[in-house]
């Protein structure tokens, strides 16, 4: 009876945790340089991956700047490209990476022996992407705002997400190269943040002006789309407001 007390007493609330980008995003450019030799053959190819910031905000566009040079035998068939979130659980020591984003190109392919290729790729990872997957790692839900893929882990100066408890998220951009069938894949990760614009910044007051403006067009595509029925109601009310009138002057 004790217990059936207390929870008629308790109160249940939803508490929603975020972590905010710094004031400024610096000037640190992520970037990675890997190369593959292969057996039995000389040279080698080189991959570098550049991006153009280190901290994104939801629904920015991540651009990719790829850079291959081949000094090998082999070609390079297509091109991969995925945005990679990282989710560590610390309380069961359990890891796993789901793709949130990604692309696939044949552009500039066959990249053949002795050429190179620069191109930027654009990926922009949403959690409205992945609506139908699971795993995928999520901002709460609050009230009418749209739910957001979850924000990178923030620790503090001088300590790694090693040491952050509960669930640790991270990102990275992948590229991999297909080398062929006997030259396999080549691939390189390039990790960044993807965070909530801080407080009374002016991209989050832009990302509020787009969340009201899609939610205006969001009403008026609905009004829009109901208005001939409701006027059709509203003249079939106003006959019967009609007819009752003149049955009691009548």
């Known amino acids: 009876e004790d217990d059936r007390q207390h929870k008629r007493s308790m109160v249940s609330l939803v508490i929603k945790k975020l972590q905010y980008a710094p004031p400024t995003r610096g000037q640190r450019l992520p970037s990675s340089l890997v190369s593959k030799g292969f057996t039995f053959s000389n040279g080698k190819i080189s991959l570098e991956v550049t991006l ?12 990719a700047t790829v850079q291959i040079s081949n000094n090998s035998k082999k ?34 392919c066959p990249i053949t022996p002795g050429a190179n290729l620069s191109k930027t790729f654009y990926l922009i990872p949403l959690a ?7 795993g995928i790692a999520l901002d709460g839900h609050l009230k009418d705002e749209d739910v957001n893929l979850a924000s990178s882990t923030l620790v503090q100066e001088g300590k790694s997400t090693g040491d952050a408890c509960g669930i640790v998220i991270s990102y990275s951009v992948r590229i991999k190269l297909n080398c062929g069938t006997l030259g396999g894949e080549m691939q390189t990760d390039v990790p960044f943040k993807l965070l909530q614009p801080a407080p009374g910044s002016v991209e989050k007051k ?30 079939e009310d106003f006959a019967k407001m009609r007819m009752n009138n003149v049955n009691m002057d009548d």
């Open 206 to 235: 832009r990302s509020n002006a787009m969340k009201k403006m899609k939610s205006i067009e969001q009403h008026r595509g609905v009004k829009g789309y109901y208005q001939d029925d409701d006027d059709n109601i509203v003249f």
């Open 52 to 63: 153009d910031r280190e901290i994104y905000y939801h629904g920015e566009k991540v651009a």
């Open 128 to 134: 409205a992407n992945n609506k139908d997957r699971h």
């Open 75 to 108: 070609s390079v068939k297509n091109i991969k490209c995925f945005i990679v979130q990282h989710t560590e659980i610390t309380m069961v020591n359990a890891q796993f990476s789901k793709h949130v984003a990604q692309l696939e190109t044949k552009e500039g």
